[in-house]
């Protein structure tokens, strides 16, 4: 089996780490893919403009054809290359957001290969704002078409360990750095439209960016009810989601995800579990359930069941609580290297709170969209 090139650069000493960059710039010029670190999660690029690199993405990732990739740009010139009918408010937007974590839906020009874009006659760009990665753009010469670097389905790649442990036999090379500062994908916006409407929520919020566009306080509230009227007329007619990739199965961990308040999830550890002076044992009607919830008699200790939580109400799960912080950034920016380390401890079973009852912010409410998606107990 073929073994990726691996090196390590650190984002804030890129400088001395050039001729690595260069090296991944030529594989991707070349035809080649190129694990690298974004500010979101890590990408799995290739030269969006050859249809046969594309290919080999979603044969890497063995992902469906007809979902598209967003394609990375370092220079506003790489837009102009791929990209047409560019209105006054997208570039309000990339003018407040980019390089971020904002990915933009335009219509495509003829230069982007229908094997990018999964058929459709649209393109998502995104400039991210990693260095490694902005200089990775530079050094290929070309537009980076790159999906998170993960296997189709399973928890967005945040950190360089499981980018090397799930990639390393799929791809040309691997730029490993640090763990990704958000944790969470891109917003992905649709500029097609006449409102610009959020179809994968992230960092940047609808309402932030109907702020960033609206005249004025008045301008804003209008688009907002405007807003509130589209997503209200879309959901009774069922439209057909218009980000091909909400439609799959996302995120999933190797165990089996189960979303619940933190008052029941309290409750329900109180009644399985049993103090012992070793520790903890699990009831015996409560395994039943549960080697019932996961389809086989498996051994259920207490070891292989976590829950999910915040580091103020570790102290309720005793020693089935892991913290992924105290508030949504950090929630989002450990949430999926978590997952994955769970199941590398061979957890069968997480339990997860339903963080929104904690704050208010559309970041955590993007969050827990990735959370939900990722649940096998919520449709
Ligand atoms: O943060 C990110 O966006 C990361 C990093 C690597 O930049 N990339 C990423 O790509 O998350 P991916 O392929 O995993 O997710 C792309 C999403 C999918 O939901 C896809 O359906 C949607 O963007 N998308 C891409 N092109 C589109 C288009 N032309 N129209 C509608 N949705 C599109
Ligand atoms: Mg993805």
């Known amino acids: ?50 249809p046969r690199a594309a290919q080999r993405i979603y044969k890497a990732k063995g992902r469906p054809t007809d979902n598209p990739l967003i394609v990375h740009i370092s220079d506003e010139a790489m837009l102009e290359d791929i990209a047409s009918d560019i209105s006054d408010e997208a570039r309000l937007l990339i003018k407040a957001y ?100 959020v179809l994968r929520p992230g960092k940047i919020s609808q309402s932030q960016i109907l702020r960033t566009i609206a005249k004025d306080e008045r301008d804003y509230a209008a688009k907002m009810a405007e807003l509130e009227e589209l997503i209200h007329s879309r959901s009774s007619n069922q439209a057909m989601p218009r980000s091909p990739g909400m439609k799959y199965r996302h995120y999933s961990p190797n165990a089996e995800l189960i979303l619940m308040s933190r008052d029941k999830l309290i409750s329900l550890t109180k009644d399985f579990l049993q103090e012992t002076a070793k520790g903890y044992i699990i009831e015996e009607k409560q395994k039943k359930e549960w080697q019932k919830l996961l389809g086989e008699p498996i051994d259920i200790s207490p070891s292989r069941v976590k829950v999910l939580t915040t580091d103020d109400a570790l102290v309720h799960y005793k020693g089935l609580g892991v913290s992924l912080g105290q508030n949504g950034e950090e929630i989002g920016k450990n949430l999926f290297k978590t ?9 069968l079973l997480i339990f997860c709170e339903d963080f929104e009852e904690l704050e208010q912010s559309e970041f955590l409410t993007a969050v827990m969209n990735r959370i939900r998606k990722a649940a096998d107990n919520v449709e």
């Open 1 to 50: 089996m073929k073994q990726a090139i691996i090196n390590t650069v650190k984002e804030n000493e890129w400088q001395k780490s050039l001729d690595i960059i260069q090296t991944a710039g030529n594989i991707i010029r070349n035809g080649g893919t190129v694990i690298f670190p974004t500010e979101t999660v890590y990408g799995l690029g290739a030269n969006a403009l050859d």
């Open 98 to 197: 980019w390089p971020g974590p904002l990915t933009l839906i335009f219509y495509k020009k003829d230069i982007v290969p229908s094997a990018t874009t999964g058929g459709l006659e649209t393109v998502a760009v995104r400039m991210p704002s990693n260095k490694i990665a902005q200089k990775l753009i530079e050094e290929a010469g070309v537009p980076v078409a790159a999906p998170s670097a993960n296997i189709s389905g399973r928890p967005s790649i945040t950190s360089g360990k499981y980018a090397v442990e799930e990639m390393a036999s799929r791809v040309d090379m691997i730029i490993l750095s640090e763990n990704s500062q958000i944790g969470i994908e891109s917003t992905v916006v649709d500029m097609t439209t006449h409102l610009p409407i």
């Open 339 to 347: 997952l994955r380390d769970l199941d590398e401890q061979g957890v």
